[in-house]
């Protein structure tokens, strides 16, 4: 099937760039090859753009496969008319071909089926097509004992049941009720009878209690209140309802009556009891259930793209460098964990020390530590920001005032998910002799030399940037959160010679095992010198070479293009370029002004994206795309919550992103919250536009609630 048009309806982009981008996609390009060395084909577009593609392509593709089941089940019924074939192919959701199909679908016993096979079909049609006329005198006609119909009331009980379905069923009814409901409902939320029946403080201690009498437009429920509220409900402390609000367009039991060509007024009393059923029995719990099914989902798509958000900026953040670091896993009774890796994080050494209570042997502690400093000339100290953070950061600085240890530098890292990677088959396989809990400071150490290179080892479920991930669609967020990790670790780029397994594996065009297979083939080599070299690997062929070769660098390779971005593919037009201006390709790498001066009229035919994308990367070739590395400055009067005082202006940095506002850590253990409303000065619309996980920012302390573990900031300049 050729789903080109209509994903390009959808996503409102010309169908030659549609087309080009499935036919990629179709010859198994990887999306980050896509979006870097195919612009021409696409007309530039981004790795953002194409996920998208790739999502619509996945909906259009079970959508055109569920309208076919639906199809041939019509079909095989012998009911399947031209009008309803035409319907069920212009239908562009999900939705409107199940309301389509609703008539035709098989359905268990029920009563309204007994009643048909009764003979009270023909009094439902009658009672409809005279609407004026008692419906009690129509049914008259259809007392039947042998059939079980001993009265007129059971006839018009048997002819309801066959009425309440049959005006639940019409398609078109159910759409404009569903749009109806979405646009002009109202969630009506209160304290669940469990916590009504409590005494007021038990409720007031409910992390709750703002929605115990709260109403809200259900189509401007921002995705956080609508996933706390369902929180809220599973813990047993919320329940809630959805209702038409009273100023509504349109009353349902009249929409009922207009679609089956029947006017309200002129109904008789039972038939107007009976649509009013209809509505309160049959559509209103079936729309009520679908909507907040399409509330979550839609919570739930947002809290997800804004955790993908996070963890892109997270991925992103500067790396320290090759330094040769000290990881330091804070505790108190277990000690401290420290390991040292060298600048290329290889494991040198390890040891726990104990400056804290209940051991307190600081000068111990204070000698192994200088002992580890001077024996791997150490020039940077990464200290996990878990328990016992502060008083670790300030035993260490305390040994660091001494002359010889001056030019170390300090600072807190985030340990999120270090535990996790510490307890993983990766990490013991890496270090199956090392204890689990030295494990983690060397992560927390190689975190701060390459946050990318390390955050990869952990499910990105598990490193701490996102809100609510246990109430969301798991697949749907690892297949988020994946593509996230796939698209920065080809944007930055790997080291073919010192990148991990499990960096390798998130590569364009390569898999845990060609990933496995590489690093045997590096151990065998000694290195890589050249990209061709890849071609040696088993198992990796001409297809899986083209997707990676761009995305891989080489350092002091016999090739300079290797260490850059330009893929091989392009190396004849780079040769051309320096043949124009009489120069080798190392001469005019180190010739900024004649590559600023090349015109592309002056070369062979080649496409602009791919020329303008070239020039860039010879002007810094191999250059890391992400930002210099700069610490946070944590105050030294604040160790814990209780230092905290209203009025403090104080440095922080951005933990955790949401639609509501940020979160900073202070170094106090419980991140505090810039509520959205005091980002700015100005009205702020998405946290994101100001501020970015990882960053360093300026914040004053509005207020601190001790009991609830709750500290409340602001980044306005005005007080």
Not at 267 to 274: D, P
Not at 524 to 538: A, E, I, M, S, Y
Not at 678 to 690: E, G, I
């Amino acid at each position: 099937m050729n789903l080109a048009p209509q994903l390009a309806a959808r996503l409102q982009l010309p169908l030659s760039q549609v087309s080009a981008t499935l036919k990629l996609l179709d010859e198994g390009a990887t999306i980050p090859f896509i979006a870097r060395y195919r612009k021409e084909a696409t007309g530039g577009l981004d790795d953002t753009q194409l996920r998208d593609l790739a999502d619509q392509l996945a909906y259009c593709t079970a959508l055109e496969e569920r309208r076919h089941s639906i199809l041939e089940q019509i079909r095989s019924q012998q009911r399947l008319t031209p009008e309803l074939e035409k319907a069920l192919r212009e239908a562009d959701s999900k939705a409107r071909l199940e309301d389509l199909y609703l008539p035709y679908k098989p359905k268990r016993r029920n009563k309204a089926q007994e009643a048909r096979e009764a003979g009270l079909s023909g009094l439902a049609d009658a009672i409809v097509q005279q609407p004026g006329k008692a419906a009690e005198q129509l049914a008259k006609s259809y007392v039947n004992p042998k059939q079980g119909i001993d009265s007129a009331d059971t006839a018009l009980e048997g002819a309801r049941h066959i009425l309440l379905e049959q005006l639940s069923e019409h398609p078109d009814l159910i759409g404009q009720l569903r749009q109806l409901l979405w646009q002009h409902g109202l969630l009506e939320v209160c304290a669940a009878k469990s916590r009504q029946s409590t005494e007021d403080q038990d409720a007031s201690d409910s992390k709750y209690r703002d929605y115990f009498n709260h109403t809200e437009a259900l189509a401007r429920i921002p995705s956080h209140r609508a996933l706390a509220i369902f929180r809220g409900k599973e813990a047993g402390d919320l329940t809630f309802k959805l209702n038409l609000a009273e100023q509504a367009p349109l009353q349902p039991v009249d929409a009922i009556a207009a679609a089956n060509k029947l006017r309200l007024s002129h109904c008789h009393s039972w038939l107007q009891q009976t649509l009013a059923l209809c509505w309160k029995n049959k559509l209103a719990p079936m729309l009520e259930n679908e909507l907040l099914r399409q509330l979550r989902q839609q919570a739930e798509l947002a809290a997800i793209d804004v955790f993908a958000r996070n963890l892109r900026d997270l991925l992103l953040s500067a790396p320290a460098g090759a330094h040769v670091t000290l990881g330091l896993d804070p505790g108190l009774r277990t000690g401290v964990k420290a390991a040292v890796v060298d600048a290329t994080g290889k494991l040198l050494d390890t040891a726990t020390l104990y400056p804290h209570p209940p051991q307190r042997q600081q000068e111990a502690a204070s000698a192994g530590l200088a002992k580890l400093l001077q024996r791997h000339q150490v020039t940077l100290i990464a200290i996990g920001n878990g328990t016992a953070s502060r008083e670790t950061l300030r035993w260490v600085q305390t040994l660091l005032r001494q002359p010889e240890f001056s030019a170390i530098a300090c600072m807190l890292v985030s340990e999120a998910g270090a535990s996790v990677y510490s307890a993983s088959a990766l990490a013991a396989e890496e270090f199956p002799q090392l204890d689990v809990t030295l494990r983690g400071a060397v992560s927390i150490a190689r975190r701060l030399q390459d946050p990318l290179a390390e955050l990869v080892k952990i499910d990105p479920r598990a490193i701490g940037v996102g809100q609510y991930q246990h109430d969301l669609d798991q697949k749907a967020l690892s297949t988020k959160l994946d593509a996230v990790v796939e698209d920065c670790v080809n944007h930055v780029g790997v080291d073919l010679n010192t990148a991990s397994q499990a960096l390798l594996t998130r590569v364009a065009g390569l898999n845990p095992t060609l990933a496995t297979n590489l690093v045997e083939t590096r151990e065998q080599l000694g290195r890589f010198t050249d990209r061709r070299q890849l071609l040696k690997v088993p198992r990796l062929g001409p297809k899986a070479f083209e997707q990676c070769a761009g995305f891989l660098r080489i350092r002091d390779g016999k090739e300079p293009l290797d260490n850059s971005a330009v893929h091989p593919e392009s190396y004849p037009l780079v040769r051309e370029i320096a043949g124009y201006w009489g120069l080798s390709i190392a001469q005019l790498l180190q010739s900024p002004d004649k590559l600023k001066a090349t015109r592309p009229e002056w070369l062979s035919q080649h496409g602009s994206f791919t020329l303008k994308d070239i020039l860039q990367e010879l002007e810094k070739p191999g250059r890391d795309p992400r930002p210099a590395f700069r610490s946070v400055a944590y105050d030294d009067r604040v160790e814990s919550i209780e230092d905290l005082k209203p009025g403090m202006q104080l440095e922080g940095v951005v933990t955790n992103i949401t639609h509501f506002g940020a979160f900073i850590d202070l170094g106090v253990h419980q991140d505090g919250l810039v509520h959205i409303s005091q980002m700015a000065d100005n009205f702020v619309k998405d946290p994101h536009t100001l501020v970015h996980t990882g960053q360093i920012v300026s914040v004053r302390v509005l207020d601190v609630d001790i009991k609830r573990r709750r500290i409340a900031l602001t980044m306005k300049k005005s007080s």
